[in-house]
């Protein structure tokens, strides 16, 4: 398994930034190489990605989603990855989103991709276009979702 983690700090307030991160079917216009998110349900997405000419289609499941704190999900097939979102007031009108995801890279081109920090790249990557996808918004969310999900160890 591999881990990532990385940060960004955002100009807009707590509320904002988890109100957008929860808008999952706008991921695509700030994630390279996710091309459709599809919303099931309060707790089920539905992916379609191209990464590197590969595309892969798979299930996640929010299994834990506290206004403001975080939102954790796990692939239920197709991919071996789960992680979370984290969301730090650091003051009334900024926040610091840190993401942590682990995966399993699947073949010898991601596994290399793994070690060479290519995923690093391109989550650090994601945060910034957030970054300047909420900003350019002139601090409006494009919606939100303030429900809570505590489904621990799913």
Request: proline share 3%; glycine share 8%; net charge negative.
């Amino acid at each position: 398994m591999s881990t990532v983690t990385e940060s960004v700090d955002v100009d807009v307030p707590v509320r904002t930034a988890y109100n957008q991160w929860t808008q999952f079917e706008e991921f695509p216009r700030f994630m390279d190489g996710v091309r459709e998110i599809r919303q099931l349900d309060e707790t089920h997405l539905h992916w379609k990605t191209e990464i590197g000419g590969v595309k892969r289609e798979f299930d996640a499941e929010i299994t834990e989603q506290l206004p403001d704190e975080r939102v954790a999900w796990k692939a239920t097939d197709g991919e071996k990855q789960a992680g979370v979102v984290t969301f730090h007031r650091l003051d009334d009108t900024h926040t610091r989103l840190t993401v942590q995801m682990d995966f399993e890279p699947e073949g010898v081109v991601e596994k290399a991709g793994a070690v060479l920090g290519v995923v690093d790249h391109r989550v650090k990557g994601d945060l910034r276009r957030f970054k300047e996808f909420i900003e350019d918004r002139d601090g409006t969310e494009t919606g939100s979702w303030r429900g809570q999900v505590d489904r621990p160890g799913i």
